[in-house]
């Protein structure tokens, strides 16, 4: 991974806000669970992991996927997440000093 120069290190806004998204230990917890799929996860499936309660999940992944940390699609009448591109940025930003 190529390092940022020092000096332009700034973080965007849509960054601080996926830092946001991010500094809450339940969302934290689905996007660790995304993270280890290793792929696209359905929505029951992460509820199943996670046990926690289907509204309490659903606002959790809106707010990721609204951080852009993940990405919703739907087949049929599931709802399938994956780790969103927005991750990419977010840790060459935190490893750029590094």
Not at 34 to 52: C, D, P, S, Y
């Amino acid at each position: 991974m190529r390092r940022l120069p020092l000096a332009t290190l700034a973080a965007a806004p849509e960054q601080v806000e996926a830092l946001k998204a991010l500094a809450h230990r339940g969302r934290l917890e689905v996007f660790f669970t995304l993270v280890k799929a290793r792929g696209e996860m359905a929505a029951g499936k992460v509820q199943e992991a996670l046990g926690v309660p289907a509204p309490t999940l659903s606002h959790h992944l809106d707010q990721l996927r609204r951080a852009g940390l993940v990405r919703a699609r739907r087949h049929e009448r599931f709802v399938y997440y994956s780790v969103g591109p927005m991750v990419t940025d977010l840790v060459r930003l935190l490893t750029a000093c590094c």
